[in-house]
């Protein structure tokens, strides 16, 4: 009797045979690295749906350095300041991934953006921001330095804006990677003619009325996510979590972990000033 085995589905509607080619150990695109394309996706004040761009290229070496340039051209347009450096380590880090299902994400103005991929992610995400520490195959030392500093240099470079380097899982596979700054420059409190600041707010921010609602759902619940805050805000799950990230660049929340925001001792100082408590 014979038996007939089936092979399962070839996973994002590849071919098996493109399967097998990123399994290789060899570059993601081929012997002939034929090109692939990144997905810029640029999210602007009072869009619900973000403007799509597909960044494409020959070769895998020039994808991610055209990939880098037009990000951070994007970003600039609208006010952000994060450096080149900053963006093309973690865009470069995609090689990793063999660029399977590379997205970058720009939010809040330019001062947020999030670069995620269906690749076999980052399990140890502490110690992928120290130097020395790498998973980078021989060949991909054809396209990045493979040393293990991307990372740090990246969160050296945000560290200078007072910004952070944030690694998280995806979806199903593979990593989110979000550099953010914060919303505005730091401006100096003590300096003459400086405005006076709600407590608890630092200097250059405002809230409006649906930030404030936000903090006192935070507030009630101890901890939660952008699909909690949509529910109480009656608000589309995207703008959820927009809000949850500028308000964590204004330093009232903080991540912990699972899609989860806290109070900081700022912004439970601001809930107070506000409730009266």
């Not at 045979?17 to 290789?24: N, Y």
């Not at 002939?32 to 990144?38: C, F, L, R, Y």
């Not at 953006?113 to 399990?123: A, F, H, L, T, W």
Request: charged share 20%; hydrophobic share 40%; with cysteine.
């Amino acid at each position: 009797m014979r038996v007939r085995i089936r092979k399962p589905f070839a996973p994002h509607g590849r071919t098996w045979k493109h399967a097998r080619l990123l399994s290789r150990p060899g570059p993601p695109m081929g012997r002939k690295d034929s090109g692939s394309s990144i997905r810029i996706a640029v999210y602007r004040e009072g869009l619900e749906a973000p403007m799509v761009e597909d960044v494409t290229a020959g070769s895998l070496t020039e994808l991610l350095g055209r990939a880098s340039i037009r990000t951070y051209a994007l970003a600039r347009e609208l006010g952000g300041r994060i450096a080149h450096t900053a963006i093309r380590e973690i865009v470069e880090n995609l090689v990793h991934a063999g660029c399977a299902g590379a997205t970058i994400s720009i939010l809040d103005g330019g001062h947020r953006i999030v670069v995620s991929d269906q690749g076999c992610g980052i399990p140890d995400k502490e110690r992928c921001m120290l130097p020395g520490f790498t998973t980078a195959a021989p060949w991909m030392r054809q396209y990045i330095k493979g040393v293990g500093s991307g990372f740090v240099v990246a969160s050296e470079s945000m560290s200078r804006l007072q910004g952070s380097v944030r690694v998280e899982d995806n979806l199903g596979r593979g990593a989110v990677v979000t550099l953010a700054e914060p919303l505005q420059a730091p401006v100096d409190a003590s300096a003459p003619g400086a405005p006076r600041l709600a407590a608890g707010l630092r200097p250059g921010f405002h809230l409006n009325e649906r930030q404030k609602r936000a903090l006192l759902v935070l507030a009630e619940s101890q901890h939660a996510g952008p699909s909690v805050l949509a529910k109480e805000l009656g608000v589309a799950l995207a703008t959820a979590h927009r809000e949850m990230g500028r308000m964590e660049a204004m330093g009232l929340v903080q991540y912990v972990g699972k899609g989860k925001r806290v109070l900081t001792a700022e912004g439970l100082e601001l809930v107070r000033s506000f409730t009266g408590t």
